[in-house]
């Protein structure tokens, strides 16, 4: 009669286990930053396509209205009988008037995605407190000075950006969010995607910078006057 011979298992050896655990990380660290491109491509596709929408509703509005948001198109709303618009002089503040006209029916549209501090909107908006309140609106609003709209401007003229990190007369964006670029919905009703330098300002082809006024200027005889988000770090 054989005898039947039963084996033991064999374990790992701690030489084989650290092989392992080696090209684990090699393999995770070939992964990790595929995975984060991909996922910052598709963080600003979906902001290209909400900062279309949202110069389709500034267009629309200002059909409507005869100007973009502004100090006046905000007083004819008051005067409308519209009193929960939120107070101030930020971006939230002016694009709220597309909501609380249904211009743009939701506080969705406004959204940033990968902006540190940037939330899908709620849709609460019957009350100046929620009316995009922080963090709900993720784009810059670029208006004229001293609260009045753009004006002198051709199908090249970037209404709304992200995501801006500092104002001024030449702000800076953060590069982060969307691999060294950031996103602008322009006068046309389209949207792209312009390339940030090692100084994280917009770069400009031709032009001492994007933001620059008189000769060449993307905005005509306005001085452009960038409005940050509220809420967004």
Known sequence: MKQTKIQKMKGFTLVELLVVIAIIAVLAGIATPLILKAQKAGDRTKALANSKSLVGGLLIFKGDK??????????ILESDGVDFLPPGKDANAYLAQLVATNTIDSEKSFFAPGVLGAKEGDDIKGTSDKLLERGENGFAYIMAEDGAPL???????PLVMAPIKAGGENPTF???PY???????????????GDIGEDNRAKSKGRESFFQ??????????KPVVKLPTGIQ
Do not use: I, M, Q, W
């Open 66 to 75: 005869g100007a973009y948001p502004c100090d006046a198109t905000r007083e």
């Open 151 to 157: 004006t002198d401007t051709s199908s090249f003229t």
């Open 174 to 176: 953060d590069p982060g």
């Open 179 to 193: 691999g060294d670029k950031f996103v602008y919905g322009l006068v046309d009703g389209s949207s792209v995607a």
């Open 213 to 222: 006024t008189g000769r060449d200027s993307l905005f005509g005889s306005d």
